[in-house]
């Protein structure tokens, strides 16, 4: 679910100059946390103000790629679609469509086996973002849809897909701090 948060016109304006193309307030605030989190060792919680590890030490959690538990707020540690590498939920969904615009050749064949929402060219409302390597605007989704849209087209072109995630320490998360690996593999 998303929250509405109000923010003075002059924090607006820093991260409006923090933006690359055409991102959403959301994705720079999510860029800033992201960028915290690798940097520091701890991160301090705003009810307790003691510090608590970002990343939990133990075993992964082998999630289920066809029904995985709840991903929101979580992060890739590491990522790979076929041979490439993947930072972030987004970057996983370009990333799968640039793979499956290759396989396939064209865009209507892309549009008919995605399940995500694409147009070609540029659009930048709606929460859609343009991807100019590969001509075509992408609508942001979500961490569940984002694994969900890729792992559909993994399938469909036959290709691995591999994830190893992290819950975010909070109290909304499926799993606060503890860490997930989500593989998907074709037969051969």
């Known amino acids: 679910m998303s929250q509405v948060i109000r923010i003075s016109e002059s924090i607006y304006e ?3 100059s923090m933006a690359r193309g055409f991102d959403t307030p959301g994705s720079v605030i999510e860029r800033l946390l992201e960028f915290y989190e690798k940097n520091h060792t701890s991160v301090v ?3 307790n103000s003691t510090p608590t590890n970002v ?3 133990g075993s992964f959690k082998t999630l289920n790629p066809d029904n995985p538990s709840n991903l929101s707020h979580t992060k890739i540690l590491e990522g790979r679609f076929g041979n490439e590498r993947v930072e972030n939920w987004m970057q996983l969904l370009y990333v799968a469509h640039k793979c499956a615009l290759g396989y396939y050749g064209n865009f209507e064949a892309l549009r008919k086996a995605t399940q995500s929402n694409i147009v070609k060219g540029s659009l930048s409302e709606k929460g859609y973002r343009e991807y100019p390597g590969i001509g075509i605007s992408i609508q942001g989704e979500d961490s569940n849809n984002s694994w969900r849209n890729a792992l559909h087209l993994a399938r469909e072109i036959n ?3 591999e994830v190893v ?3 975010r320490n909070s109290n909304k998360a499926a799993y606060p701090g503890q860490k997930g690996k ?3 593999e074709p037969i051969k």
């Open 45 to 47: 919680s705003p009810l």
């Open 14 to 16: 820093r991260l409006e």
């Open 165 to 167: 995630l992290q819950w």
């Open 159 to 161: 290709s691995d897909i």
């Open 182 to 184: 989500l593989i998907w």
């Open 55 to 57: 990343v939990s030490q």
